[in-house]
């Protein structure tokens, strides 16, 4: 949805797919950090 976004709905092509693609890969890194850094992961059943 973002890469169809940036790259055919606000004319930016291959380089707004890319910005897309950067993006959606640091907010996933900020919530992995956030869980990572709350430390309920530990108390998960396995």
């Known amino acids: 949805m973002g890469g169809w976004?940036?790259?055919v709905?606000?004319?930016?092509?291959?380089?707004g797919?890319?910005?897309a693609t950067a993006l959606d890969e640091c907010?996933?890194?900020?919530?992995?950090?956030?869980?990572w850094?709350?430390?309920t992961?530990?108390?998960a059943l396995i």
């Open 5 to 7: 976004s940036f790259g």
């Open 9 to 15: 709905h606000l004319l930016r092509g291959l380089v």
């Open 17 to 19: 797919i890319w910005v």
């Open 27 to 35: 907010s996933h890194g900020l919530v992995f950090f956030g869980r």
């Open 37 to 39: 850094h709350q430390g």
């Open 41 to 43: 992961w530990r108390r």
